[in-house]
T-cell receptor, first 110, second 117 residues
Framework: RKEVEQDPGPFNVPEGATVAFNCTYS??????FFWYRQDCRKEPKLLMS???SGNEDGRFTAQLNRASQYISLLIRDSKLSDSATYLC???????????FGTGTRLLVSP | EAGVTQFPSHSVIEKGQTVTLRCDPI?????LYWYRRVMGKEIKFLLH????????ESGMPNNRFLAERTGGTYSTLKVQPAELEDSGVYFC???????????????FGPGTRLTVT
């Protein structure tokens, strides 16, 4: 079983739609949680850290459920430029090393 | 502020040769990390430096891989001798230190695409 599980997609949505991605992690000792965005053949770029209370950054909202070991990302009013792969990332249980999911691909169409 | 830089961007070598990858972290970042993505797989951790010291090298695949960070600035990752399965994209990342809620936010370089033929 992978440490971080994500639906690979792709999720095909029209511009303006709301889309949600989910992720589960297996290491209950993980303390830090992130969503990264990766464009084709580029490096991962930090989208947002995910805090226990949940957090919002513009059109993006992240939620964390420690009891269920579940992380979510909600994107509202999707833009064409949101098309990318979204990586769910957790730290490796008290260490700084990051453990990556395989990513969820999002395609936003006109 | 300049981001993480890596050199070279691409490298094609033959099996058995040696390759050295370089990473320059964001200025002032004491923490430096190496990761690797092989084709079709997720990005995986290789090792972590705090300044010049190896904090965690649990992800290093074998002793053909040698990472250094002399002086606590830039880092090199040497693969000697390279094997076919070493092909992939090698990313470097850096972080300043614990931010809000003790979180170390890591910023990634553009990666080095290594092809071993």
């Amino acid at each position: 079983r992978k440490e971080v599980e994500q639906d690979p997609g792709p999720f095909n949505v029209p511009e303006g739609a709301t889309v949600a991605f989910n992720c589960t992690y297996s290491n209950s000792a993980s303390q830090s949680f992130f969503w990264y965005r990766q464009d084709c053949r580029k490096e991962p770029k930090l989208l947002m850290s995910v805090y226990s209370s949940g957090n919002e950054d513009g059109r993006f909202t992240a939620q964390l459920n420690r009891a269920s070991q579940y992380i979510s990302l909600l994107i509202r009013d999707s833009k064409l430029s949101d098309s990318a792969t979204y990586l769910c990332v957790v730290n490796g249980g008290g260490f700084q090393k990051l453990v990556f999911g395989t990513g969820t691909r999002l395609l936003v169409s006109p | 502020e300049a981001g993480v830089t890596q050199f070279p961007s691409h490298s094609v070598i033959e099996k058995g040769q040696t390759v050295t990858l370089r990473c320059d972290p964001i200025s002032g970042h004491d923490n430096l990390y190496w990761y690797r993505r092989v084709m079709g797989k997720e990005i995986k951790f290789l090792l972590h430096f705090v300044k010049e010291s190896k904090q965690d090298e649990s992800g290093m695949p074998n002793n053909r891989f040698l990472a250094e960070r002399t002086g606590g600035t830039y880092s090199t990752l040497k693969v000697q001798p390279a094997e076919l399965e070493d092909s992939g994209v090698y990313f470097c990342a850096s972080s300043r230190g614990p931010g809000g809620a003790g979180v170390y936010e890591q910023y990634f370089g553009p990666g080095t695409r290594l092809t071993v033929t």
